[in-house]
């Protein structure tokens, strides 16, 4: 199975930028397809955005799909979130998963694998 660990959240302000990562190991990496969902205070776990194994099929939450690109490379076991133009309600914890299905979709239930979060703080 897969350890995931996610990177790269802090503080930043209104209309900057972030770039997440989350690092794999164990288990066959290239093989999972990935994910980023986030968990605002109060509020469900929301998906952002999905990656199929190779990286040719993404998916976005449709609120953030001009703002948001999610990657991978898979030579260096790592998976990406790149996040521009950040607004306040972008605040949240940020988790990335993954799962041996081909396409998982966007369901919290759908990912066997989890990371623990990463905090993201957008101030206005």
């Known amino acids: 199975q897969v350890q995931l660990v996610a990177s790269g959240g802090g503080l930043v302000q209104s209309g900057g930028s972030l770039r997440l990562s989350c690092a794999a190991s164990?288990?066959?990496?290239?093989?999972?397809?990935m994910a980023w969902f986030r968990q605002a205070p109060g509020k469900e776990r929301e998906f952002v955005a999905g990656?199929?194994?190779?990286?040719?099929?993404?998916d976005y939450a449709d609120s953030l799909k001009d703002r948001f690109t999610i990657s991978r490379d898979n030579a260096k076991n790592t998976l990406y979130l790149q996040m521009n133009s950040l607004k306040p309600e972008d605040t949240a914890v940020y988790s990335c998963?993954?799962?041996?299905?081909?396409?998982?979709?966007?369901?919290?239930?759908?990912?066997?694998?989890w990371g623990q979060g990463t905090q993201v703080t957008v101030s206005s």
């Open positions: 990656i199929s194994w190779l990286g040719g099929r993404t």
């Open positions: 164990g288990g066959t990496y290239r093989r999972y397809s």
């Open positions: 998963a993954a799962d041996e299905n081909s396409w998982p979709g966007r369901g919290t239930g759908r990912y066997e694998y």
